[in-house]
């Protein structure tokens, strides 16, 4: 099976400028993403695509390939789904599957690659996604109707103990994994019957935020090998 993964990387960012380049535990942070793609044994190739020149040069020195993205398909409003496309359509030949791995989960390692691949490979899903159980149940969530609070599932559920609701899973924007030609059919991550991959939280940090990139250092320095 041919695997390509495709890390996204434009150049604009506005919740923290340059983060992509930005420096985490001593490596640019898009390097975290490129490190566990070519560790992964099931992936043949790691290929960035950005329309930025720092991003494209850090990439290179980091062992990815590179395809450069057009203007259209890198403004604040672009999907991702426009750049995974557009990368899958201008390779030579149409991989089999692809894994999607955003640079803003550096603590998303080689390890859970192949873990969540191998997975993927032996189920009968559609689609992998990775996941992580939500901080915040949704169960003990309000909507407001008037200025007032409207429980959003129910008041009986409000004072529930958490171990007695159902466990909820939210996407951790790790990792996505499909066949390629079902993508381009359906032009999302999502297709089912879709497989979880859960990964701890202290693994699925998604960097935004300069709070969020204090996080991320703290945790590469604490025990990587442990995450």
Known sequence: MKVVAIVPARGGSKGLPGKNIRPLAGKPLIAHSIIAALGCPLIQRCIVSTDDPEIKARSLEWGAEVIDRPAAFA?????????????????????????????????????HLTACLEAFFA??????ISVTETEHHPYKSHTLEGGRLRPLFGAENLHRPRQALPKVLRENGAIYAMK?????????????PALAYEMPNEASVDIDTFQDFLRAESLLGEAPESI
């Open 75 to 111: 403004a604040d409003a672009s999907p991702t789904q426009a750049a995974v496309r557009h990368v899958l359509t201008s390779l030579d030949e149409l991989p089999e599957y692809f894994v999607l791995l955003q640079p803003t989960s550096p603590l998303r390692n080689s390890r």
């Open 180 to 192: 390629s030609a079902l993508f381009l059919e359906r032009d999302s991550f999502y297709a089912e």
């Open 123 to 128: 189920s009968d899903a559609a689609c992998t």
